[in-house]
Nanobody, 129 residues
Framework: QVQLQESGPGLVKPSQTLSLTCSVS??????????WSWIRQTPGKALEWMGA???????YNSPSFKSRTSISRDTSKNQITLQLSSVTPEDTAVYYC?????????????????????WGQGTQVTVSS
């Protein structure tokens, strides 16, 4: 059973860089074919895909974030890290990491819940001074 666990600061000040870690157990982040996404959700809004890293270390970042996102990994720790720079209160959300197999057929698939087989429980991040 694959398990994902997000961790990071619950509170970040505006203009700072948010750093979140997804710790994976029960499976390797380098297992062929799998992608590891960061997705966030604010109350009343749809899931918003931020970016993803493949089993081989390739990354895709959503253009919606205007180059504010960076995804990296530590294979020795089986972790995926998201950094979001220049945060504002609009970045307040629950942040999730999730696993999917392969690339989506359409771009909308990146944020489609049913296209992921495992999710973390999510971590609340509040941006406030």
């Amino acid at each position: 059973q694959v398990q994902l666990q997000e961790s990071g600061p619950g509170l970040v000040k505006p203009s700072q860089t948010l750093s979140l870690t997804c710790s994976v157990s029960g499976g390797s982040i380098t297992t062929n074919s799998y992608w590891w996404s960061w997705i966030r959700q604010t109350p009343g809004k749809a899931l918003e895909w931020m970016g993803a890293m493949s089993y081989s270390g390739n990354t895709y970042n959503s253009p919606s974030f205007k180059s504010r996102t960076s995804i990296s990994r530590d294979t020795s720790k089986n972790q995926i890290t998201l950094q979001l720079s220049s945060v504002t209160p609009e970045d307040t959300a629950v942040y999730y990491c999730a696993r999917r197999r392969g690339l989506p057929e359409y771009a909308s698939g990146w944020s489609s819940r049913r296209e992921y087989d495992y999710w973390g429980q999510g971590t609340q991040v509040t941006v406030s001074s």
